[in-house]
């Protein structure tokens, strides 16, 4: 995997102008396009599209300082006119082109990541591979914009929306894995960025013929096999560190991918100040 996300890299910075086709360049090393982006994500911080756009503009900011005109600039650099050009250039050096033309600056570059294997293996990943039929989950849901950095201040208005007795009548519902108090994000493409609406489900999972109350929201996942991951200690730091050993250590040694789909957590015990917690993080895969 480490080398798969190096060769995507390296075919970035050729093809900065046209782009890559990730999905073939996957293909081309036996994995998915989705897999890959959702690996690059996980160790770089930010999806693939977010990198392109540094890197592009990182590599624009030279030519833009010179004396050729901007409409040739942009197009070689993949936008169709100044004003798409514009916008992606002030979004990553914080100010304008002609503002760079003409006093040289600011400029805020992307160096090109590379990915390296360090041999570690010290952090023991509890986790077990799962079939499961099709989940419904049902629960309290809103859509709400993707951050990647820190506390969603969304999600956690939403979830402190929800009153004692409302999670008393889910905790009442709940009859299927996964088990507890489930937090759930749907409909995010690895590709995202930040801003995009996701789905977010604070709820349950029940069984296919349960009868579901009116005014839940229900999230229906396809059948299949998901790993499970089980954490237990600080909260949400261990929850967290399994995300990210998840990426750096268990998928490049297990032959899974990841595929489409939700990811939940799954609260099963914790402290009335929810200082420490046993979570599961669960997470949708197929055989790589």
């Known amino acids: 995997m480490i080398e798969d996300l ?8 050729a093809h900065l102008g046209e782009g890559v086709d990730i999905d073939a360049l996957a293909a081309e090393r036996g994995t998915t396009g989705y897999h890959l982006r959702r690996m690059f994500s996980s160790l770089a911080g930010m999806p693939v599209s977010e990198y392109v756009r540094r890197r592009r503009m990182t590599v624009a900011a030279a030519d833009v300082i010179g004396d050729e005109d901007l409409l040739s600039i942009a197009i070689r650099h993949g936008y169709g006119s100044v ?28 160096q090109q990541i590379r990915f390296r294997l360090t041999v570690e293996g010290s952090t023991p990943m509890d986790a077990r591979i799962t079939e499961r039929p099709v989940l419904r989950l049902v629960g309290y849901a809103l859509r709400v914009p993707l951050i990647h950095e820190g506390v969603n201040p969304h999600i956690h208005e939403h979830v402190r929306s929800i009153s004692a007795e409302q999670n008393i009548r889910l905790t009442e519902l709940s009859s299927a894995e996964p088990a507890g ?35 839940l929201d229900v999230i229906e996942v396809e059948a299949g096999p998901w790993v499970v991951f089980r954490t237990s200690g600080a909260h949400p730091d261990a929850l967290q560190a399994a995300y990210a050993v998840s990426a750096t250590e268990w998928f490049p ?20 100040d929810f200082r420490t917690a046993t979570c599961e993080l669960w997470m949708p895969v197929e055989r790589a």
């Not at 190096?6 to 910075?13: A, G, K, T, Y």
């Not at 749907?186 to 009868?211: C, K, N, Q």
């Open 83 to 110: 004003e798409a050009f514009g916008r992606a250039f002030r979004s990553v050096h914080g100010a304008s082109h002609s503002d760079v033309r003409r006093d040289g600056g600011p400029l805020r570059s992307q």
């Open 6 to 13: 190096n060769r995507l890299v390296d075919e970035i910075d």
């Open 181 to 215: 108090i489930l937090s759930v994000s749907a409909d995010i493409e690895p590709d995202d960025p930040e801003g995009s609406d996701l789905t977010y489900l604070h709820g349950v999972s029940v069984d296919s013929d349960a009868t579901v109350p009116d005014g």
């Open 253 to 272: 040694s297990n032959p899974w991918r990841l595929r489409p789909g939700p990811s939940i957590v799954s609260i099963l015990e914790h402290t009335p």
